[in-house]
């Protein structure tokens, strides 16, 4: 899930270097002779534009480095929107600079059609990178489409279900180093799906509207990034267990199987090539709120999100990073994935591609904002979101 965005590429090219000299030169050449006090009051748009000229200059005297941009955007589900995005750095301990900066994301949405979206992602990383901090938040609601569990369903482009889905969710990751780059610890998630305004209440054969999910688990990660927001090398590799019985208030029992691997090299000046593999595996009574989705703004981008689900799923991707010039650069992937009811079942006739490719614009320093024109099978979309997809 991302905001989605179109227009803001205008938008960010009016700070490129380019743009940025033809209109200092201009304002600079029809400005009147004026006394010093009086052109600091008129100077709104020169201090507009030495913001965004900055934004990614390091900033490590700073204790939390924050930064935050907005515009229009449009998309094919969400129609025309206005969206903000931000980002922040900062650091635990000031004295030691070999550790990744921590980060936080906040990310904020309104259209036309209804949909409004608030969230903050972040990564904490504490003193000698002892223990670690993840949080993800999110709160969204969306006039969506429901085609029902399976493959069989989602292909049926004109066949689903339109209804309004509201979802909170509230995850945390508690981490502690148990040897160089690997992580064993604890995490936490909290779901609560309110499906509303079903106008085919059947596609849900019989299960519950609203559907809050609690559960939690051990996780085991290796991360050797050079840096969490944006890579240029390293892997990162993680495996999580939860569990969402009964006795914590769950209308429906089961557990949940997340592996992930990421690797990140460089191959020439500018230029990254990153890898992913996901794999979910879902056993015991899963709710449709909990089942594995395929689609989003960091995997099988171009897929409207949800139309394929089921209890596993499978996915990869690999994608080119070459900075082209300045704070501009571009991004060229391909990828494929697969749902399915069980591993039994898996049926390679039924993977699914994704490619695209997408623009970069440097916001902070090794912080990009990226739009995303992912295409799949039969369909695709646009993407705006800050930080990398994976």
């Known amino acids: 899930m991302g905001i989605r965005f179109f227009f803001i590429l205008c938008l960010l090219w009016s700070f490129s270097p380019t743009a940025q000299g033809r209109c200092h030169t201009e304002f600079q050449d029809s400005l009147p002779a004026i006394a010093p006090d009086s052109a600091v009051k008129i100077n709104i748009f020169q201090r507009i534009y030495k913001y965004f000229q900055d934004s990614n200059e390091p900033k ?31 650091r635990i301990d000031k004295e030691d600079m070999t550790l990744s900066p921590s980060n936080i994301s906040l990310y904020g949405d309104v259209t036309t059609t ?141 557990t949940r199987t997340e592996a992930l691997f990421r690797h990140y090299t460089r191959l020439w000046k500018g230029a990254v090539l990153a890898s992913d593999v996901d794999a979910i595996f879902n056993y015991g009574d899963t709710p449709w709120s909990m089942v594995a989705l395929l689609g989003s703004s960091h995997q099988m981008r171009g897929y409207y999100e949800g139309q394929y689900r089921d209890n596993d799923l499978l996915e990869a991707q690999i994608e080119l990073r070459q900075k082209v010039y300045n704070r501009h650069g571009i991004a060229v992937w391909a990828g494929a994935g697969n749902v399915f009811p069980k591993i039994d079942k898996f049926q390679w ?13 440097e916001f902070k320093n090794r912080v990009n904002i990226r739009l995303d024109y992912g295409i799949g099978k039969g369909q695709s979309s646009f993407y705006f979101n800050i930080n990398e997809a994976f």
């Open 349 to 361: 006739r039924e993977t699914l591609p994704s490619y695209g490719i997408g623009y970069r614009w």
């Open 114 to 254: 209804g949909f409004y979206l608030l969230g903050i992602k972040g990564n904490t990383i504490f003193p000698h990178d002892r223990y670690r901090l993840d949080v993800n938040l999110y709160f969204f609601s969306f006039p969506s489409k429901y085609w029902g569990i399976g493959y069989d369903n989602g292909r049926r482009d004109d066949d689903y279900t339109d209804y309004k889905r509201k979802e909170t969710q509230i995850k945390i990751d508690f981490l502690r180093k148990i040897a160089p780059n690997t992580f064993l610890g604890i995490t936490g998630m909290y779901r609560h799906v309110n499906g509303k305004d079903f106008k085919n209440p059947a596609f849900l054969y019989g299960e519950k509207k609203n559907i809050s999910t609690l559960g939690g688990g051990v996780i085991v990660t290796y991360d050797s990034r050079d840096f969490i927001p944006n890579p240029y090398k390293g892997i990162y590799a993680k495996l999580e267990q939860k569990f969402f019985p009964g006795f914590l208030g769950n209308s429906y029992s089961f």
């Open 60 to 90: 490590d005297y700073k204790k939390f480095d924050f930064s935050i941009i907005g515009g229009p955007h449009y998309s094919s589900d969400t129609k025309f929107g206005l969206g903000v995005v931000a980002s922040g750095l900062y």
